[in-house]
Structure formats: C-alpha cells, structure tokens
C-alpha cells in the first residue's frame, strides 16, 4: 500500500519544496531517507491526493530541473501513470499537458507515460484533450510526434491539420453541425485560417460561442499570443464579432 500523507506533514513539505525547486541533492536524500516516498500519496488537495510526479507538472509547471526530477523519482519507483485522486483521475502528463510543460512532457514519455491514459479534466480525455483545450500547442504537437491519436474533428482543426479535417468531414455520416462549429472555434484558438476557412465552407456559425467558452472565435484568435493577423482581420471581413457587440472594422 502506498505511503499517505498529508500535504502539510513536514515530509511532504519538504518534498514538494525540493520538487518544485529543482533540488535534485535535497530530493535524492528525501527518497534515501523514506523509502516509499517517490510513490507516496500526498493528500490535503482539493479534496484528492496526487503523486510526487503530479506535483513536478503542477499549475503553472516549468519548475527547475523538470526532467531531472522526474528522472530521480521514476529511479526510486515513482509509478508514472499513476492517477490523481479527486475530481479527476488525470496522470502527471497530463498536468503537464495542461500546462505546456514541453520538458517535464517529453521526460515522462520517455519513461513509459500512457499518451492515450484517460481521465483528463476536458471531457474525461486524454492529455491531448487537455493541451489543446487549454491552448498548450507544445505540448500538443510533442504527444502527436509520438503518436498520440487525433480522433476528433476539433484536434484537427485546432492544430491546423487540413488532411484529418477532411477526412473526418468526408466521412459518412458525416460531422454535425455543432461539431462543425466546435471545429470551427478550435481552429481560430489554433489560429489556423485554412482549417476555419474550410470548415466555414461547411456551414459553421462564424459567431459560434461554445458551451465551454465565453467568446467567438474572433475573441479567442485575438487574445491568444500567436501570429493571427491575418486570422482575425479574415474573421472580420466575413462579419465575425465579438459577443459583447457589433462586427469591428
């Protein structure tokens, strides 16, 4: 049975201290001095519990040292799929994934993480759920790379590949029209014109607000950091708006 503790037992303290700073000697003697540490349960979070690797791909992630943390704890017996407990079950790639944490990622890959483990916080998915509905396209692309599978209309668009796209609205029968639309707003949060143009053609809502979302894909292509000129000033030549008013010119 894994060892539990509380988030503010002073063990737990103290390991998350050296984790989340990227001190690799103070972990190393941590996991020396308690074995059972690295597959502890750390308990006291909303109401769950969550692994050492969980707290390496922590909200807001980047912590120092990532890979070499994950690696000291996967040496002492770290289990790295194993699941959150709480709210959802998701594994520390896929916090990591909902993050954009493209080092500590690519670290626990390489040590045998599921890419297709479910459980993520967006409709129960897997972490590639997670990256591209929180706009983490690093991470996204990586899980790709290695194979993750894109079995959704909305992945495809929002990472601007026109072949899948078109193979699934190809398909018979073929996509809804609120499937059209979700694809529609993923490719503007992508920033993938072509991808928002095609699907266009196909009768999405250019106003379209998902029920997971507060804006149109205007709103969302021109809050994002990304190069989306072009996006956002084609969006609005075809009368696209924000939901708080008219079209802008």
């Given at each position: 049975?894994?060892?539990?503790?509380?988030?503010?037992?002073?063990?737990?303290?103290?390991?998350?201290?050296?984790?989340?700073?990227?001190?690799?000697?103070?972990?190393?003697?941590?996991?020396?001095?308690?074995?059972?540490?690295?597959?502890?349960?750390?308990?006291?979070?909303?109401?769950?519990?969550?692994?050492?690797?969980?707290?390496?791909a922590d909200w807001p992630g980047h912590f120092p040292n990532g890979a070499a943390v994950v690696g000291a704890?996967?040496?002492?017996?770290?289990?790295?799929?194993?699941?959150?407990?709480?709210?959802?079950?998701?594994?520390?790639?896929?916090?990591?994934?909902?993050?954009?944490?493209?080092?500590?990622?690519?670290?626990?890959?390489?040590?045998?993480?599921?890419?297709?483990?479910?459980?993520?916080?967006?409709?129960?998915?897997?972490?590639?759920?997670?990256?591209?509905?929180?706009?983490?396209?690093?991470?996204?692309?990586?899980?790709?790379?290695?194979?993750?599978?894109?079995?959704?209309?909305?992945?495809?668009?929002?990472?601007?590949?026109?072949?899948?796209?078109?193979?699934?609205?190809?398909?018979?029968?073929?996509?809804?029209?609120?499937?059209?639309?979700?694809?529609?707003?993923?490719?503007?949060?992508?920033?993938?014109?072509?991808?928002?143009?095609?699907?266009?053609?196909?009768?999405?809502?250019?106003?379209?607000?998902?029920?997971?979302?507060?804006?149109?894909?205007?709103?969302?292509?021109?809050?994002l950091e990304t190069r989306r000129g072009t996006l956002v000033s084609w969006l609005r030549e075809r009368g696209?708006?924000?939901?708080?008013?008219?079209?802008?010119?």
């Amino acid at each position: 049975m894994a060892l539990r503790l509380h988030k503010d037992d002073p063990i737990a303290v103290a390991l998350t201290e050296a984790i989340q700073s990227g001190d690799v000697e103070s972990l190393a003697r941590l996991l020396h001095e308690h074995p059972g540490l690295a597959s502890a349960r750390i308990e006291g979070n909303r109401g769950g519990s969550r692994t050492p690797l969980h707290q390496v791909a922590d909200w807001p992630g980047h912590f120092p040292n990532g890979a070499a943390v994950v690696g000291a704890l996967i040496i002492a017996g770290a289990d790295v799929n194993a699941p959150a407990e709480g709210r959802s079950s998701e594994t520390a790639l896929h916090w990591a994934a909902s993050s954009d944490d493209l080092e500590v990622a690519a670290a626990l890959i390489a040590a045998g993480a599921d890419i297709e483990a479910r459980g993520a916080s967006i409709a129960g998915g897997t972490p590639l759920d997670d990256a591209v509905g929180y706009g983490c396209w690093k991470v996204a692309r990586l899980l790709v790379d290695r194979g993750a599978r894109v079995d959704k209309l909305w992945h495809a668009a929002a990472l601007g590949m026109m072949s899948r796209v078109e193979e699934f609205c190809a398909k018979s029968p073929g996509p809804t029209p609120k499937e059209i639309n979700d694809a529609f707003w993923q490719a503007c949060h992508g920033g993938h014109r072509r991808a928002a143009e095609y699907l266009l053609g196909r009768g999405a809502d250019v106003n379209w607000v998902p029920d997971y979302g507060k804006a149109t894909g205007l709103e969302i292509a021109a809050a994002l950091e990304t190069r989306r000129g072009t996006l956002v000033s084609w969006l609005r030549e075809r009368g696209a708006r924000s939901v708080a008013g008219p079209p802008t010119h």
